[in-house]
């Protein structure tokens, strides 16, 4: 099938390097325009395109999907399907119904539950013990398409969001080449989302960094793994300085001090008490100005008195 695909981080990636393997033409790749990162601030292109260009398929980054240059450029293609996988941009109407075999979206969870832009955080911050992934075609409305066909996956209780992610992106990439033999052989069905099970998961942002203490350990600790790698979790009781918080562990062991005290700092962590009585312990850091590395190192350097 002659097929355009429209798609931007390493989470795509997988998608297209399938289609290309399954044997279809890719006609073409949409991603978005390269954005400068790192301290030089050098202009960075994305990971789909980097995939793209090494194998030849000509790409296209247009600064608006809506202004009538990218639906130029698609006519110009003919491409019988659309493939998308964290594209970024909401496709307009004109573009959604221009290939013969429609669009169809990789999306990162059970629809309909965590529609939006950050599936796999919200599923791990909520502490689900499943996620999966789901190829749909689109709609105007966002992540509001009908369902063609949906693959689920348990999430282990101490996963963070970079090894659910890798899972989803292969996962998403096999079954996005089963939908398209399905739409090829005429056998994919489509199934409308239930309105009244939907969730949405928005944009995460630098305010769901601070840990709350007075929470439960459980809920911590799914806020630390569901916030990695970016924006992080954060908490000013060590030092007194805000410190970024990369891995915990519940141990299980009960504590009367107050939600927030430090209980104990050794070789195995930092140990802090939480709402429910709990005590969680930190395991990995990053203070301010410096390296990621374990509890145990930094507090090498910066030692914890106990009271």
């Not at 949906?150 to 089963?178: C, F, S, W, Y």
């Not at 429910?276 to 914890?304: N, V």
Request: charged letters at 20%; proline letters at 7%.
């Amino acid at each position: 099938m002659k097929i355009l695909f429209m798609g931007t981080p390493d989470f795509a990636v997988p998608s297209l390097e399938s289609l290309l393997n399954a044997g279809h033409e890719i006609c073409g790749v949409f991603t978005q325009p390269d954005k400068p990162k790192n301290r030089g601030m050098k202009l960075q292109a994305p990971p789909v395109k980097e995939f793209a260009l090494a194998h030849d398929i000509p790409v296209f980054q247009p600064e608006s999907v809506k202004d009538g240059t990218a639906m130029e450029q698609i006519r110009s293609l003919e491409p019988e399907l659309i493939a998308v996988a964290a594209y970024g941009r909401i496709l307009p109407v004109d573009i959604l119904e221009y290939p013969a075999y429609g669009c169809i979206n990789v999306h990162s969870s059970l629809l309909p539950k965590y529609r939006g832009s950050a599936p796999i955080h919200w599923a791990i911050l909520n502490g689900d013990e499943q996620s999966g992934v789901t190829i749909m075609h689109m709609a105007k409305a966002m992540d509001a398409g009908d369902i063609i066909a949906q693959a689920a996956t348990p999430i282990d209780p101490n996963e963070t969001v970079e090894t659910l992610h890798d899972r989803l992106a292969q996962m998403g990439a096999k079954l996005l080449v089963e939908v398209v033999e399905q739409l090829k052989n005429g056998t994919a069905t489509r199934t409308p989302q239930d309105e009244s099970k939907v969730t949405y998961a928005p944009m995460l942002s630098r305010e769901l960094s601070p840990l709350d203490w007075t929470r439960t350990a459980r809920q911590l600790h799914d806020q630390v793994r569901g916030l990695i790698p970016w924006p992080a979790t954060t908490t000013d009781i060590i030092g007194g300085q805000p410190v970024k918080i990369f891995e915990v562990e519940e141990t299980g062991v009960a504590t009367d001090a107050a939600p927030g005290t430090i209980v104990a700092a050794g070789k195995e962590g930092i140990d802090v008490a939480c709402g429910d009585g709990m005590l969680l312990r930190i395991k990995q850091l990053q203070a301010q100005g410096g390296k990621r590395m374990a509890a145990a190192d930094y507090l090498r350097g910066h030692p914890i008195n106990i009271q």
